[in-house]
């Protein structure tokens, strides 16, 4: 089980921390990551990173605000959000790859196989 946390609303220009913990077994964890969906439009990577070599990947539109941590021991994973924009208003939803693989498509949404519930964020201009 997944449990995102850190959701709200905050004006433009303003920080967020989004956690996620996985909870509710042991895991082998491949990779965790962050999607997004806004109103309207289809669900999108926002950010992840691999646990088997610390490599990050962020989409374009988040580069240079976004970063993405983890800590392995509590099999969680951290997204630090700052000078947010109104364009970043969505439901953030945190994945997991818990399998042996080599989860390299660290962009597509095939690449998890859990998903947390989502929590909102929303950027007011």
């Known amino acids: 089980q997944l449990v995102e946390s850190g959701g709200g609303l905050v004006q433009a220009g303003g920080s967020l921390r989004l956690s996620c913990a996985a909870s509710g077994g042991t895991f082998n964890t491949a990779a965790m990551g962050w999607f997004r969906q806004a109103p309207g439009k289809e669900r999108e990577f926002v950010a992840a990173?691999?646990?088997?070599?610390?490599?990050?990947a962020y989409a374009d539109s988040v580069k240079g605000r976004f970063t993405i941590s983890r800590d392995n021991a509590k099999i969680t994973v951290y997204l630090q959000m700052n000078n947010l924009k109104p364009e970043d208003t969505a439901v953030y939803y945190c994945?997991?790859?818990?399998?042996?693989?080599?989860?390299?498509?660290?962009?597509?949404?095939?690449?998890?196989?859990?998903w947390g519930p989502g929590t909102q964020v929303t950027v007011s201009s």
């Open positions: 990173i691999r646990w088997a070599d610390d490599n990050t």
């Open positions: 994945a997991a790859d818990f399998s042996y693989g080599s989860s390299w498509y660290l962009e597509s949404t095939a690449n998890y196989n859990y």
